[in-house]
């Protein structure tokens, strides 16, 4: 890998619980896609797992109760829970089991009825990425490089539950029908390969490679592992490779394997919290649980001297104490605020080029984004930054390149966003003028023709009046004739 930076990562802490929220605020939609339909209303009571939305439509994820309690509220984004006493233990409801044989359809409605997404923070619904390869038989990629050097919730998950989150790697082989599975660990976690190497041989897997990744951040990025399998440059957010891959996170796995085995949607999730002293501790937390419980129950001192961060140490963004836990929170951050950077002017250092993975020039991406500059920024390749934040990191002058690399991307979005609906528009104004000078032009084509016969049958009808008229005169005549004509000898004497 070009690039990257090397940093000092925390080591995992056992997985501990949170005590019960008294109320849980579940978000409708967690997922990259549209949010599936409410199917309860307020006043009813739900247990652990109870769906409270669903759809057939697959980009739809489902989610569901994460403790069981009674809906107090139903808003446009979320569904609010009351808690009861006995609402921690898991219950499954109405669960259908997997029929069997298990057929990759099967996997596939079965993971998302369990509201399963992608818990490396993207949140990519399962079901939909298993379907978009349902014709392929691709190589399965399994990250369980955490590069991130302050997140370590799947290295402790790793560390508890290898067996599981294996037979969870087994699973998803079989629901994607990979002929080759590669799992990527990372260098100096206590989970080295030859512990790998055994749970892989543990779990039955077949065609099933570990590889070991140096500790440079940002090695366990999806692009750059698509890019060591493929041996050639992946591009983000290009699924089309090839040959086919498809990409898991290690807790997605384990998710998988407690969806099969016990029936159990996606509820809750491990997540790595570091309070205000830097400690960094891994729970596993109901989805819904608020931001204000987790931090009494870390016994925080006044949080609003606090600020809150979701993600690690280098993709962070901030989050307020409204907020909730969500499937796709791998790392909560409570931290004392700090006072603001000084900002100075680029000096062309060119320590950010050198730390880029994607081999970009954040530089002249900073210069051209400044100036709002689109052409340059597109021929720049802006779209393939994966916001790791490495040039932030060693720019001595302290500049927010990301945060001016995300509003760039923004705004090209929106611009391009506007140039296909001006597009589209302009395709249907058109089509409709077209259709317009078709209707014209067949209702002139109908005039015509009305015309042409109308005309064709008065002049039928002034010609049949002709001719009666000199049928009549003739026959009037050749009456006349015969009444004036005398009397022949012959006829006298006839008469006689």
């Given amino acids: 890998m070009h690039g990257g930076l090397k940093l000092q990562h925390r080591p995992a802490s056992d997985i501990e619980t949170l005590p019960t929220p008294p109320t849980l605020r579940i978000p409708i939609q967690q997922h990259q896609g549209p949010a599936a339909p409410v199917i309860v209303t307020v006043g009813e009571s739900v247990v652990c797992g109870q769906p409270l939305s669903m759809s057939t439509d697959l980009r739809q994820v489902p989610v569901h109760a994460s403790l069981g309690g009674t809906v107090t509220d139903i808003s446009r984004t979320d569904i609010t829970i009351t808690t009861n006493d006995s609402c921690a233990t898991w219950q499954p409801w109405q669960a259908s089991p997997l029929p069997n044989p298990h057929t990759q359809q099967s996997y596939i409605n079965h993971f998302h009825q369990r509201g399963l997404v992608g818990l490396g923070g993207a949140c990519f619904p399962v079901a939909a990425k298993i379907d978009a390869h349902k014709n392929t ?13 302050d997140i370590c919730c799947d290295e402790a998950l790793l560390q508890q539950c290898g067996a599981a989150v294996f037979d969870g790697v087994a699973i998803a082989m079989q629901a994607t029908a990979a002929s080759r599975c590669v799992v990527f660990i990372e260098q100096g976690k206590k989970t080295d390969t030859a512990a790998m190497q055994k749970l892989v041989s543990d779990a039955g897997l077949h065609n099933t490679d570990v590889v070991a990744v140096p500790a440079i951040y940002p090695s366990g990025a999806e692009t750059q592992m698509l890019s060591h399998v493929s041996g050639q440059r992946v591009a983000r ?3 089309n490779t090839s040959p086919p891959m498809i990409s898991f996170n290690i807790g997605t796995c384990y998710a998988m ?43 925080l001192p006044d949080t609003t001297a606090l600020e809150i961060f979701s993600g690690g140490r280098m993709m962070r963004r901030e989050i307020t104490l409204n907020s909730v836990v969500t499937k796709s929170h791998n790392c909560i951050e409570f931290t004392v605020a700090q006072p603001p950077v000084s900002v100075r002017e680029c000096i062309r250092c060119g320590l ?10 954040p530089q002249q991406l900073y210069i051209n984004a400044k100036a709002h500059n689109e052409s340059a920024l597109v021929a720049l390749n802006l779209n393939s930054c994966i916001e790791c934040r490495c040039c932030d990191h060693v720019c001595p002058s302290k500049l927010p390149l990301t945060a001016l690399y995300q509003q760039a991307k923004t705004d090209l979005a929106v611009k391009h966003r506007s140039k296909l609906d001006a597009d589209i528009a302009k395709q249907r104004f058109d089509k409709r003028a077209l ?16 015309k ?19 049928q009549a005169l003739q026959r009037a005549q050749a009456k006349k004739q015969h009444i004036a004509a005398p009397a022949s000898p012959t006829n006298r004497e006839a008469d006689q």
């Fill in 435 to 450: 259709r317009l000078q078709r209707l014209e032009a067949q209702k002139a084509d109908r005039l015509a023709a009305k």
């Fill in 257 to 299: 394997s407690q969806s099969i085995a016990a029936g159990q949607p996606l509820v809750a999730r491990i997540t790595t919290v570091i309070d205000h002293n830097s400690r960094a501790r891994n729970f596993s937390i109901p989805i819904g649980t608020p931001l204000s419980h987790l931090a009494a129950s870390l016994g």
């Fill in 352 to 361: 950010c080029a050198d730390a880029c993975p994607e081999k970009l020039q």
């Fill in 137 to 149: 038989t691709p190589t399965l990629v399994i990250n369980a490089a955490e590069c991130d050097p």
């Fill in 237 to 239: 957010n290009s699924y």
């Fill in 452 to 470: 042409d016969t109308l005309s064709n049958k008065k002049s039928t009808s002034t010609l049949n009046k002709k001719q009666l008229i000199e």
